[in-house]
């Protein structure tokens, strides 16, 4: 009789909706799963959803703080700045143009150091200092501007104090100013530096990586 009642059933659910037997044993599948795990099939969809979105947004965020870590990584760190020897100096902003120098674009001279070198503004930038303390050739980390390479000097440049080069006078004033900083000495120069020695610590492979920390472009 049982058996005679659910074909009943099972006839009359069909004609009316088209449902097949495997139909309904899937809705009665489905019935006992969601009374089993508390949820339905469609919040599981919901909620893969969801956790997709959450994976994406993390992975997101993790690939922003690598960058930001990277970032915040700064040459002291990286190359273990503590090491070196450490000076108070007196550091100001200044460009090869009149208003630094004295000279002109049309002056023979115009960027050209007391080295002989070009000023240059680069992983390893042209600086100005007094000889008598820091030879021609001295190498110093500067930080918040990089390392400086002492190039040139000035009648004003005496003691514990140094200019460090930027190509306009824009820059001076937006990127450095005059500050009292604490300087790192790497190494103290022998009185003379070329062109191709400052090429040489520019082109460095190994310090490409902090490029985008000292060029400001």
């Keep these: 009789m049982l058996a ?5 059933l099972y006839s009359t659910v069909s004609s009316i909706s088209n449902m097949t037997l495997m139909d309904l044993i899937h809705w009665f599948e489905k019935e006992k799963h969601e009374q089993v795990v508390g949820f339905t099939l469609s919040d599981l969809d919901d ?4 956790l997709q979105e959450e994976k994406v947004n993390i992975l997101q965020t993790k690939k922003y703080l690598t960058k930001e870590e990277n970032q915040r990584q700064s040459l002291e760190e990286a190359m273990n700045m503590s090491q ?3 000076v108070e100096v007196v550091a100001t902003g200044y460009t090869a143009g009149i208003e630094s120098t004295g000279k002109t674009p049309e002056h023979p001279e115009y960027g050209i150091t007391f080295s002989g070198v070009t000023v240059k503004r680069d992983l390893y930038s042209t600086i100005a200092a007094d000889l008598d303390i820091y030879p021609i050739g001295t190498i110093m980390y500067i930080p918040d501007y990089g390392y400086g390479v002492v190039a040139d000097k000035g009648s004003a440049i005496t003691g514990n104090k140094i200019d460090l080069y930027y190509p306009t006078v824009d820059d001076v004033y937006t990127e450095w100013g005059k500050k009292n ?4 000495i790497i190494k ?5 530096l070329t062109e191709e020695e400052l090429v040489h610590l520019n082109e460095n492979k190994s310090m490409q990586v902090f490029r985008e920390q000292i060029i400001k472009e």
């Design 47 to 50: 909620r893969s959803v969801y």
């Design 84 to 86: 070196y020897p450490t």
């Design 181 to 184: 900083v604490e300087v790192y």
């Design 188 to 192: 103290l120069g022998d009185g003379q």
């Design 4 to 8: 005679l009642f659910i074909l009943a």
